[in-house]
């Protein structure tokens, strides 16, 4: 039964292996899909490469059905996986400076690890200047604590939330995802930007 | 058919299934919440009633008895216990407590479930020689302050755990009772010296 | 360019259905043998608070944010997600070098310099640190692997993150188109 290195207390070095296995896999799936190249990655928000959409969310969708049909047939301990925690304040504004950011500079930090890898100089760039982000934010953490310590509600998921089950939760992301795929290739067509999709 | 509707068909298959299928995630973690907490509680040290006050009439250093209660209910307590309320457990005043490995922490409230919990948080951060007192006050107000006389017919271990009982409950309230007149033979000394009595399980 | 892809054959990258299949593949796996998901931003703040912990190793002690990932003598260096950050360098290097991508390169618009371009990522840069310290976790750690675990801090922070991306779209538009 999974998690399987929770459940069995295996060792540090064993676990740091498959992290490192694990980033394998995560950094050779990014740059396959594109994610190594900003330009590509800002398509998403001027339409003219949704490539973001449709990775992110087929993804999502792997993982959570996945999950789901694990837990179903008692391979995985859900109560293990880690949820992550909802402090509504600090996510919302998190979100909205993370955005901010993602448009200014076209990265995220995942996928500039990933494009900085294969000689991206921009992407070194914008990871030179998350240390930075982070250091502000650690120099200046007395100021924000208060409002990033607020409104605590735990490991809260959306399904819990709502009041039904992860199925069917499940399939309503995947019903908005189609939906959202169909619109992303449309998008593509009406803003099509061949001088830049040639480029990149 | 271009690769979108492929993935838009096989991930709506999927979803439908998932989403008729019954929602079963929970019984796992509780059961692991229970299997835990058993866990922890097999692990833990209990002194019972009798041992803490033969602890307390030898006078033990190093027994240290914690009383957990509300500011407002700390109305004879064990003697020479300490208040401690829960909302002030973890404040700096009273960090010396538990940061320490030379005293050891006997830990109650009203019943069990105060204590317990206390005892499983100040566990799980690492500080040891921590107890907890079985059946709380109310068993330390049952069995050693109104001990009940067990009957002629019980065995002769209940007896003279009667009869130690009566000679504590003098100790610390000062009431004599006279036992019935059919036990009326010498009672134990109170044991002396330093000893510490260990319960299985091992806190070292 | 006359590099031959070693993965995909004969289109520059993979269909993004397929490669988002993988990534999630992955991402299953993470959470089936380690019970979390992936990530990025932790691991740099690892580097951060390991720099500023070398830098003035006192302050670091004392500081209510850096101080209690050092508590205890821990490094933070040596922590899960720095190990999985290697990883996807090694990945992203690995699948450039078959798919002959390998090349020092600044891209950017033909609208900007590439001067411009690195001042704008590592503003971007910046930002995107500063927001996912207070998201606790960028678009990997919190948008996706939280969306997939369901829990409501992933779908409310990827809302966040696209919607003001989306919504900020128009003003820098510049930049790259």
């Known amino acids: ?200 | 058919m271009n690769t979108r509707v492929i993935i838009s068909i096989v991930i709506l298959a999927f979803g439908g299934v998932a989403a008729v299928l019954p929602g079963r995630q929970n019984d796992a973690i509780l059961l692991n919440e229970r299997q835990v907490l058993q866990e922890v509680l097999q692990k833990a040290n209990y002194f019972s009633v009798d041992e803490l006050a033969h602890l307390l009439v030898s006078g033990d250093p190093s027994i240290r008895v914690l009383d957990l209660r509300p500011v407002v209910d700390f109305k004879e307590p064990i003697p020479g216990a300490l208040n401690i309320p829960l909302d002030s457990l973890f404040s700096e005043n009273y960090a010396y407590l538990f940061d320490q490995d030379v005293m050891k922490n006997v830990l109650y409230s009203n019943d069990d479930q105060v204590a317990t919990r206390v005892w499983m948080i100040i566990t799980q951060l690492g500080y040891k020689n921590n107890y907890l007192l079985k059946g709380g006050l109310s068993e330390w107000n049952v069995s050693i302050l109104n001990p009940v006389y067990p009957g002629v017919t019980a065995s002769q271990e209940a007896l003279d755990r009667y009869q130690k009982r009566l000679a504590i409950r003098q100790y610390f309230t000062g009431t004599q009772m006279l036992p019935p007149a059919d036990l009326f033979k010498p009672l134990s000394p109170p044991i002396k010296g330093r000893k510490k009595k260990k319960v299985e399980g091992g806190c070292s | 360019m006359a590099h031959h892809n070693y993965v995909t054959g004969t289109k520059k990258y993979m269909n993004p259905y397929v490669a988002g299949i993988m990534l999630g593949t992955v991402l299953l796996l993470s959470f089936y043998l380690t019970g979390r998901g992936l990530g990025a931003s932790g691991a740099m703040k690892s580097a951060v608070v390991s720099t500023v912990n070398v830098v003035a190793p006192e302050y670091t002690q004392g500081s209510d944010f850096y101080g209690k990932y050092i508590t205890g003598g821990k490094n933070p260096m040596n922590s899960w997600l720095v190990f999985q950050v290697l990883g996807v360098l090694v990945g992203g290097f690995l699948s450039g070098a078959l798919a002959g991508r390998l090349t020092w390169k600044t891209e950017h618009s033909p609208n900007i310099t590439a001067r411009k371009r690195i001042v704008l990522a590592i503003i971007g840069g910046a930002l995107f640190g500063f927001g996912s310290q207070f998201g606790r976790g960028c678009t990997s750690g919190a948008a996706l692997s939280g969306m997939a675990t369901l829990s409501l801090a992933g779908f409310v922070t990827m809302m966040s993150i696209f919607g003001t991306a989306f919504l900020f779209a128009y003003f820098f538009r510049k930049n790259w188109i």
Do not use: H
């Open chain 1, 1 to 200: 039964m999974g998690p399987i290195i929770p459940i069995n207390d295996i060792s540090m070095e064993i676990n740091f292996l498959i992290a490192f296995l694990v980033g394998l896999g995560f950094g050779f799936a990014l740059e396959q899909a594109g994610f190594s190249s900003s330009r590509k990655l800002a398509g998403m928000f001027y339409g003219y490469d949704t490539v973001v959409l449709k990775v992110f969310f087929t993804a999502a969708i792997t993982a959570m059905l996945g999950l789901v049909f694990l837990n179903y047939f008692e391979l995985i301990d859900l109560g293990v996986v880690y949820i992550n925690e909802y402090y509504i304040e600090s996510a919302i504004i998190g979100g909205v400076i993370m955005g901010l950011g993602f448009i200014v500079g076209g990265f995220c930090p995942g996928t500039s690890v990933c494009a900085a890898a294969i000689g991206k100089i921009d992407a070194i760039a914008f990871l030179g200047g998350s240390f930075l982000g982070i250091l502000a934010f650690g120099e200046t953490y007395p100021l924000w604590e208060n409002i990033y310590m607020k409104n605590y509600l735990g490991g809260l998921k959306l399904s819990d939330a709502v009041g039904i089950s992860d199925g069917l939760l499940v399939f309503g992301v995947i019903a908005a995802a189609v939906l959202m795929f169909w619109i992303g290739e449309w998008a593509e067509k009406r803003f099509g930007r061949p001088d830049i999709t040639k480029e990149i």
